[in-house]
């Protein structure tokens, strides 16, 4: 009688692997984007009341599973180009872990959560997640193959995020807030672009894309960028919708905003980085402390709102 030995277990089938993947497969540490871009337009001094935030976190949520929904898309439809990305090559389904088929079932569970989702909250306002969803679409089939045209696209989902958080909170939407939240998203994506072009021979094979940019092309376009996503910032600062704490938000957190964007071009031009927007953005500790102390002068100038007769000698516009 022979005693068959064991099969040693693929340390990759072990129990609860799967689950990790999947969830893996959804990037959840993309998601604090989704909370950022959204809850902008309470920037603008309004009231935060129970109705006013529970529509925004419904929003933030709607946001949060339709980006899933498109990395999965996308991760299932740039599978074989990721495996050429020293990083990238370890998602799930680039890496084998998750196969093309469980990763479209995972899709259509999560648009089916999505439907519900927006059926349970107000859902005429829906309607820049649907652009969204579309435009994203077109995205993975064409437009991501077009200069310029690729990170514009992606910094239209940030300004959709931004449009739903405004329709959803009842706040008025703020032009200028829109513009500098577009501007400073192609800024990031202009990085992104940069850092994948040392990737030498491999980068044009990951991101086709890459052969219509340059080094120093990229360096101009998000300087310009940056400069618009100042602008757009000071603009909204300086609009109806921030009064009257607007001029003392403005004088307040500009060093800390200027010095954000600025510390994020020199990571870009000159630190070689920017390749994980949002690894740098959440892990670099001056553009953290930056952010911070911006976000407590935003939340000092609230307070002030409430009680306008502390800007009262202030110059009006």
Same mark, same amino acid.
């Not at 070689?272 to 670099?284: A, F, Y």
């Not at 911070?292 to 002068?297: E, H, I, K, M, S």
């Not at 100038?301 to 409430?306: K, Y």
């Given at each position: 009688?022979?005693?068959?030995?064991?099969?040693?277990?693929?340390?990759?089938?072990?129990?609860?692997?799967? *689950?990790?993947?999947? @969830? !893996?497969?959804?990037?959840?540490?993309?998601?604090?984007?989704?909370? &950022? =871009? /959204?809850? $902008?337009? #309470?920037?603008?001094?309004?009231?935060?009341?129970?109705?006013?935030?529970?529509?925004?976190?419904?929003?933030?949520?709607?946001?949060?599973?339709?980006?899933?929904?498109?990395?999965?898309?996308?991760?299932?439809?740039?599978?074989?180009?990721?495996?050429?990305?020293?990083?990238?090559?370890?998602?799930?389904?680039?890496?084998?872990?998750?196969?093309?088929?469980?990763?479209?079932?995972?899709?259509?569970?999560?648009? *089916?959560?999505?439907? @519900? !989702?927006?059926?349970?909250?107000?859902?005429?306002?829906?309607?820049? &997640? =649907? /652009?969204? $969803?579309? #435009?994203?679409?077109?995205?993975?089939?064409?437009?991501?193959?077009?200069?310029?045209?690729?990170?514009?696209?992606?910094?239209?989902?940030?300004?959709?995020?931004?449009?739903?958080?405004?329709?959803?909170?009842?706040?008025?939407?703020?032009?200028?807030?829109?513009?500098?939240?577009?501007?400073?998203?192609a800024m990031i994506s202009l990085g992104k672009r940069r850092h994948e072009l040392d990737l030498g021979a491999v980068?044009?094979?990951?991101?086709?894309? !890459?052969?219509?940019?340059?080094?120093?092309?990229?360096?101009?376009? &998000?300087? /310009?960028?940056?400069?618009?996503?100042?602008?757009?910032?000071?603009?909204?600062?300086?609009?109806?919708?921030?009064?009257?704490?607007?001029?003392?938000?403005?004088?307040?957190?500009?060093?800390?905003?200027?010095?954000?964007?600025?510390?994020?071009?020199?990571?870009?031009?000159?630190?070689?980085?920017?390749?994980?927007?949002?690894?740098?953005?959440?892990?670099?500790?001056?553009?953290?402390?930056?952010?911070?102390?911006?976000?407590?002068?935003?939340?000092?100038?609230?307070?002030?709102?409430?009680?306008?007769?502390?800007?009262?000698?202030?110059?009006?516009?």
């Open positions: 009688m022979t005693v068959t030995e064991p099969r040693l277990r693929d340390p990759s089938a072990k129990p609860g692997m799967r *689950a990790k993947d999947l @969830v !893996l497969l959804v990037r959840p540490h993309q998601w604090p984007k989704n909370l &950022v =871009a /959204v809850a $902008l337009p #309470l920037v603008g001094g309004v009231s935060w009341t129970w109705y006013r935030l529970s529509h925004m976190a419904w929003a933030v949520v709607l946001f949060t599973l339709a980006a899933s929904i498109v990395y999965v898309i996308n991760d299932t439809a740039d599978r074989e180009r990721d495996r050429l990305h020293p990083v990238k090559r370890a998602r799930p389904i680039a890496a084998g872990r998750v196969s093309v088929s469980v990763a479209i079932a995972s899709a259509v569970v999560l648009t *089916a959560a999505l439907a @519900v !989702l927006a059926a349970m909250g107000p859902w005429r306002l829906t309607w820049p &997640v =649907a /652009v969204y $969803l579309v #435009l994203n679409v077109f995205y993975s089939h064409k437009l991501k193959h077009i200069p310029l045209v690729d990170v514009f696209v992606v910094a239209a989902g940030f300004a959709l995020r931004v449009v739903l958080g405004f329709l959803a909170g009842g706040i008025p939407l703020s032009v200028w807030l829109v513009l500098g939240v577009y501007a400073a998203s980068a044009d094979r990951h991101r086709p894309t !890459l052969e219509g940019y340059s080094r120093p092309f990229l360096e101009q376009m &998000v300087i /310009v960028t940056a400069v618009v996503a100042m602008l757009g910032y000071a603009g909204f600062l300086r609009s109806d919708a921030t009064q009257p704490f607007g001029q003392v938000a403005l004088l307040l957190t500009m060093p800390f905003v200027l010095y954000g964007l600025l510390r994020y071009l020199q990571i870009v031009i000159t630190e070689g980085g920017g390749g994980d927007p949002t690894e740098t953005l959440l892990r670099d500790r001056r553009v953290v402390i930056s952010a911070v102390l911006c976000c407590g002068c935003l939340a000092f100038t609230s307070v002030l709102a409430g009680h306008p007769e502390f800007v009262g000698g202030l110059p009006s516009r």
